[in-house]
């Protein structure tokens, strides 16, 4: 019979333990979050630069929804990461969608690392017609 609580007790220690590390586990393991922040821009010239946020590395995805220009009807957008050098600079996204009434243009950009990143509207373009965006979105 002491055999057998023993083994209870015993089970139990090993099943108390093992709930115990993986309580743990959970506690010190971070979740892969999405981050993200909203804004609008209001009569942007070229190279406009965006806000910097910082990105732990992963995709980048930006939205514009609802563009006004005098003119053409496309804003280009770049991505770019602040370095202490000059900033590298990632493909240009042409947005033409988000110029059609409530309708939103979608960029998106393959993981660049972890940094610093900002985008910038029209670089180096000759347009010069200033661009409004009522609602811009940046998910990384």
């Known amino acids: 019979m002491a055999d057998s609580l023993m083994t209870r007790a015993g089970k139990r220690a090993v099943i108390i333990g093992t709930v115990a590390a993986a309580a743990a586990v959970g506690v010190l393991a971070v979740p892969a979050q999405a981050s993200s922040w909203t804004s609008y821009i209001s009569s942007a010239g070229n190279d406009f630069e965006s806000r910097r946020w910082t990105d732990d590395g992963g995709s980048t995805t930006i939205k ?36 059609n009434s409530g309708a939103t243009s979608t960029g998106n950009w393959d993981d660049h690392g972890s940094g610093d990143y900002y985008f910038v509207i029209d670089y180096g373009s000759n347009v010069y017609a200033p661009v409004s965006v009522s609602s811009v979105a940046v998910y990384y």
Request: glycine residues 6%; proline residues 6%.
């Open 64 to 99: 514009f929804t609802s563009c006004h220009r005098d003119g053409t009807q496309a804003v280009n957008v770049m991505l770019r990461k602040d370095t202490f050098g000059p900033d590298p600079k990632y493909s240009n996204e042409t947005f033409t969608n988000c110029f």
